[in-house]
C-alpha cells in the first residue's frame, strides 16, 4: 500500500521559511503527481503546489505563486515545498498526496494523513 508521510511542520515569525517534506513508499514515484494542500482552522481544505513525478512539471495556487516551490528527489521517493516568505494566512495544516488537477480543480487519491502544521505567528 501506499504511503505518504509529512514533516517539517514547525512555528515560524512571518518573512520567515520553511521546508516540509513528503516521504512516501508503496508506489511508483515516477508515475504519479503528488500535490502539497493545506487547511486552515475553518477553513476548506485547498491545494497548494503540485509536481508531476514523470516531467516534473509543476502547479502552484495563486496564493503561493513566487513564494513557495515545490520539488523532488525521486532517488529518495520525496517531495519537498519550499515555503519563503511566509504570512500568518499560511498557516495551516499540510498534507500530500497523489494527485491529480484538471480545470483548476485539485483531487486527492490518498487518504489523508496527520499532516504537519505550519504556524506563522509573532
Known amino acids: 500500500d501506499a504511503q505518504l508521510v509529512e514533516s517539517g511542520g514547525d512555528l515560524v515569525q512571518p518573512g520567515g521559511s520553511l521546508r516540509l517534506s513528503c516521504a512516501t513508499s508503496?508506489?511508483?514515484?515516477?508515475?504519479?503527481?503528488i500535490g502539497w494542500f493545506r487547511q486552515a482552522p475553518g477553513k476548506e481544505r485547498e491545494g497548494v503546489s503540485c509536481i508531476s513525478g514523470s516531467d516534473g512539471s509543476t502547479i502552484y495556487a495563486d496564493s503561493v505563486k513566487g513564494r513557495f516551490t515545490i520539488s523532488s528527489d525521486n532517488a529518495k521517493n520525496t517531495v519537498y515545498l519550499q515555503m519563503n516568505r511566509l504570512k500568518p494566512e499560511d498557516t495551516a495544516v499540510y498534507y500530500c498526496?497523489?494527485?491529480?488537477?484538471?480545470?483548476?480543480?485539485?483531487?486527492?487519491?490518498?487518504?489523508w494523513g496527520q499532516g504537519t502544521l505550519v504556524t506563522v505567528s509573532s
Open positions: 508503496g508506489l511508483t514515484f515516477t508515475r504519479y503527481s
Open positions: 498526496s497523489r494527485t491529480v488537477v484538471e480545470d483548476n480543480l485539485w483531487y486527492a487519491l490518498d487518504t
